[in-house]
């Protein structure tokens, strides 16, 4: 029997057997060859601070707090790319031998829709598995409404927040600073085109970015570390009404956030960035489907670099032991990638 990854209670990993079902019209079977994880999301699932707030109201667009926590098992990872090894009835779009990628755990085999994206000859599997943050990615840019010329910080790096830097260079931003205090990402960011990478532990991380843009300050600030020192840094950095982009969905914050500063002295826009969710700010022109192929686009053109973002990558046979180590050695971690 094929096997996937799960969560069986917090902070645990381990293998489970699972049935293969026979395929239904317009289903395909794919046999995994690589796959990644998505370890903002996936962290709040494995650590168990997953839905503190409860249920999301859509008519009065509130939550109701009544949330009992995360009901394990749960599986983990989020993206795969595979090989389509058998076909269901009707199937016309895809053949056996093609290589393909959509949303789904770690696990041996899938059962996916004939709809689902192809992986074109030539382009790594890397940018597959980042469809989904780039998505995020695309969508905090242009919430930010970054235009050529724009000084732009960009916090948190982690894989979402290595996109933004990307996004940014073809968007004609410079200079682009990044900050974080992980010399893994630092040095990853550097990769995907930063200009400057500063540890917010060893330096004033606002004061440095006023510095290296002229004492104007960043035009955009785009956070997506969700802490609060991040917000205040980003506070501190942003030029005279700029504009913060709040992009990472963290837990309730403590006390201690002072928008009486910086923040009332040079009126920044805040804005919350939330690519999936539709209506778009620029409906109806823009939604999320438009975004993913647009992002699509760029990285099945190799004008985004994956590579780089996906680290390490390890055998799907080791999953148990080094997928925990998202929680415990985030220095040795971007985004976990597994090998089939």
């Known amino acids: 029997m094929p096997r996937e990854l799960i969560a069986p209670a917090k902070e645990q990993a381990a293998f489970r057997d699972y049935e293969s079902p026979s395929l239904e019209k317009g289903q395909v079977r794919v046999k995994s060859r690589f796959a990644a994880a998505k370890h903002g999301t996936e962290m709040s699932l494995f650590k168990g601070y997953a839905s503190p707030r409860g249920g999301f109201d859509p008519e009065l667009r509130v939550f109701d707090y009544q949330g009992e926590g995360v009901k394990y098992p749960v599986r983990l990872g989020k993206m795969g790319v595979g090989e389509v090894v058998e076909l269901g009835p009707d199937v016309t779009r895809l053949k056996e031998g093609d290589q393909v990628f959509n949303y789904g755990p770690f696990r041996e085999e899938h059962i996916w829709p004939e709809t689902v994206r192809t992986l074109p000859e030539g382009v790594p599997w890397q940018a597959a598995v980042c469809l989904d943050p780039a998505d995020f990615a695309l969508s905090a840019v242009r919430d930010g409404k970054v235009r050529i010329g724009d000084a732009v910080a960009v916090s948190g790096l982690g894989a979402i927040s290595l996109m933004v830097l990307q996004f940014c260079r073809l968007a004609g931003a410079h200079p682009i600073i990044a900050v974080d205090p992980l010399e893994n ?115 099945a053109t190799n004008q985004v670099n994956c590579e780089p973002i996906v680290h390490p990558i390890v055998p799907f046979d080791d999953l148990v032991s080094e997928y925990p180590k998202i929680a415990t050695h985030p220095e040795e971690n971007i985004k976990l990638g597994a090998r089939f």
């Not at 990402?185 to 330096?203: H, I, S």
């Not at 969905?249 to 956030?257: D, Q, V």
């Not at 009332?264 to 826009?269: C, E, G, L």
């Open 185 to 299: 990402r630092r040095q990853a960011a550097l990769q995907c085109g930063a200009d400057l990478v500063l540890n917010p532990n060893e330096c004033d991380a606002g004061v440095e970015i006023k510095k290296a843009t002229g004492n104007r300050g960043a035009d955009v600030v785009i956070d997506y570390s969700g802490h609060p020192a991040a917000l205040q840094q980003a506070l501190r950095g942003v030029a005279y009404l700029g504009t913060v982009v709040c992009g990472a969905y963290p837990g309730a914050w403590p006390t201690g956030l002072d928008l009486g500063a910086e923040a009332h002295m040079n009126r920044p826009t805040i804005v919350f960035s939330r690519a999936n969710s539709d209506p778009n700010p620029d409906h109806p022109n823009w939604n999320n489907d438009r975004i993913y192929d647009i992002c699509w686009r760029l990285l």
